[in-house]
């Protein structure tokens, strides 16, 4: 059986590509679980994180299905664990994570794909949450897309469950980039390049802030943004 999860490293800079291509990418709990665990293991000295889907799809959703309806809620709630603090592993990761999407990226794949801090689609890529179209309330989806598609675009994604382009994707907040499909990889391959050349506590500072400063009040934010711009300015490692 093949693993998981594909995990190469050059230097400070780490892929890790979803191996199940025959299965569309989708994540069972268990891989779940063992994404989190890569992400914090990854955060501890990574410069970044590329995530990938192996094959023709990024990640086509869950397997493994809902809960039989006689759950008991409290077990049911539960049961989720594993897809939240993989949604959360994304947030508190101290490296971004850059996601090249091709093909479709449904449900789990489109929160995923949302959650990275930088989002490359093929422009044939499409995106769509499809639970209510399953009698599924959305809720654990969007809780990854809430901070960063706009109120309106996150209920008509979640409303109509319709599969929606990438520029469409791009203009909900979902997608960073939309770039032609052959030239996909050599996009994601040019911006990591670009990043490389980025002093390392930059590159940590820029999530740090993204992460952190967004829901401060304003005089919170301003001296948020006035400690770390002294105390990484001011870093030896930033002029090595």
């Known amino acids: 059986m093949p693993d998981n999860f594909i995990v190469t490293r050059d230097g400070d800079v780490t892929t890790i590509v979803t191996n199940k291509a025959d299965d569309g ?13 890569l992400l914090d293991a990854e955060s501890k000295s990574a410069r970044l994180v590329l995530f990938k889907g ?16 006689s759950t008991e809620a409290y077990e049911f709630r539960d049961g989720f664990e594993a897809v939240f603090n993989c949604y959360d592993s994304f947030r ?21 794909a949302s959650l990275c801090d930088i989002t490359i689609a093929a422009d044939n890529a499409t995106f769509a949450l499809p639970e209510t179209s399953h009698k599924i309330m959305p809720t654990a989806a969007m809780s990854a897309l809430i901070d960063r598609v706009s109120r309106k675009a996150l209920m008509h994604i979640a409303y109509t469950a319709e599969e929606i382009s990438a520029e469409h994707a791009m203009i909900a907040g979902i997608v960073s980039s939309v770039v032609p499909a052959a030239q996909l990889e050599a996009s994601a391959t040019a911006l990591v390049e670009k990043m490389k ?31 770390l711009h002294a105390t990484v300015n001011s870093y030896s490692k930033m002029r090595s």
């Open 92 to 112: 508190r990761c101290k490296a971004p994570v850059i996601g090249v999407i091709q093909g479709k990226a449904l449900g789990f794949g489109c929160s995923l």
């Open 25 to 37: 990418n989708r994540f069972s709990d268990a891989m779940a679980i063992e994404m989190a665990g």
């Open 54 to 69: 192996a094959g023709r799809d990024f990640c086509t959703g869950r397997s493994g299905g809902m809960p039989p309806v």
């Open 197 to 227: 050349k980025i002093p390392k506590p930059a590159v940590l500072a820029v999530k740090e802030f993204t992460m952190n400063g967004i829901g401060l009040s304003n005089n919170a934010m301003l001296a948020f943004a006035k400690n």
